[in-house]
């Protein structure tokens, strides 16, 4: 099913798409550009929620490893 919309590509980007498609047309190459650019931005949000989630528990990994391997260094020394 196709709907036909109508966008403004600017002049330079459409040469390298034509240079860029291969055996494609001109429309299945930029649905193509456009669904991986669409899938890329997806993953990005995702990550950037999972940074958001998981970043302060990563701070606190992080402090608290630190503090074992100072207390650990510390101990050994004694020994």
Do not use: W
């Amino acid at each position: 099913m196709r709907n036909v919309k109508s966008f403004s590509i600017s002049s330079d980007i459409l040469a390298e798409i034509s240079n860029t498609k291969g055996t494609d047309s001109t429309s299945e190459r930029v649905n193509k550009l456009l669904k991986r650019a669409l899938d890329l931005e997806r993953r990005e949000r995702l990550e950037q929620e999972a940074e958001a989630f998981f970043g302060e528990e990563v701070e606190a990994s992080t402090r608290e490893r630190a503090a074992f391997q100072k207390a650990s260094k510390r101990a050994l020394s004694r020994g």
